[in-house]
T-cell receptor, first 112, second 114 residues
Framework: QKEVEQNSGPLSVPEGAIASLNCTYSDRVSQSFFWYRQYSGKSPELIMSIYSNGDKEDGRFTAQLNKASQYVSLLIRDSQPSDSATYLC????????????FGSGTRLLVRP | NAGVTQTPKFQVLKTGQSMTLQCAQDMNHNSMYWYRQDPGMGLRLIYYSASEGTTDKGEVPNGYNVSRLNKREFSLRLESAAPSQTSVYFCASNLWTGDLTPLHFGNGTRLTVT
């Protein structure tokens, strides 16, 4: 089992729809969770960070964390073609908080 | 604001050649990292430096060495390049505050080993 799992996609949604991206992780005591966006040929850029159970909203983005079920999700409301990218979920590994483990990413396509 | 700067941006090596990837950050971060990214594999941690003077292995350290030259600079060396090291390499940094804060990435180095 991979430490951080994501569906590779592509996830295709029409412009204006809600895109829902999911991530599961295996380490029960992970504390820090991040969503990064990566455009093709570019470096990852931070979208959201979340440390506590529940929802965290920032503009059109909402991160949801459920530690009991070991999943973290990212909702993108009013999806735009410019949101088309690969979204990487990252989780820290217990016992070594410096080690951030990345999922392989979900490719999102927003159709105009 | 330069952020995290990596050099070179592209490199082609022959099997057995050596090279050093350079990384510098100007954000006064104490922790620095080297990741590699391969298609379908996500980002994998090669080495990290929690603070100046310390380095530790990540998930895939074999074939690499690192040097934390000072607080700003963290280099990655390939002593004898192999085709399996063809990848995109990202340097990253963050400020360790007791919680893991987000990483800031450089623009990457695209390395091909023939």
């Amino acid at each position: 089992q991979k430490e951080v799992e994501q569906n590779s996609g592509p996830l295709s949604v029409p412009e204006g729809a809600i895109a829902s991206l999911n991530c599961t992780y295996s380490d029960r005591v992970s504390q820090s969770f991040f969503w990064y966006r990566q455009y093709s040929g570019k470096s990852p850029e931070l979208i959201m960070s979340i440390y506590s159970n529940g929802d965290k909203e920032d503009g059109r983005f909402t991160a949801q964390l459920n530690k009991a079920s070991q999943y973290v999700s990212l909702l993108i409301r009013d999806s735009q073609p410019s949101d088309s990218a690969t979204y990487l979920c990252a989780v820290n590994r217990e016992g070594s908080s410096y080690k951030l483990i990345f999922g392989s990413g979900t490719r999102l396509l927003v159709r105009p | 604001n330069a952020g995290v700067t990596q050099t070179p941006k592209f490199q082609v090596l022959k099997t057995g050649q050596s090279m050093t990837l350079q990384c510098a950050q100007d954000m006064n971060h104490n922790s620095m990292y080297w990741y590699r990214q391969d298609p379908g594999m996500g980002l994998r941690l090669i080495y990290y430096s929690a603070s100046e003077g310390t380095t530790d292995k990540g998930e895939v350290p074999n074939g690499y060495n690192v040097s934390r030259l000072n607080k700003r600079e963290f280099s990655l060396r390939l002593e004898s390049a192999a085709p399996s090291q063809t990848s995109v390499y990202f340097c990253a940094s963050n400020l360790w505050t007791g919680d893991l804060t987000p990483l800031h990435f450089g623009n990457g180095t695209r390395l091909t080993v023939t």
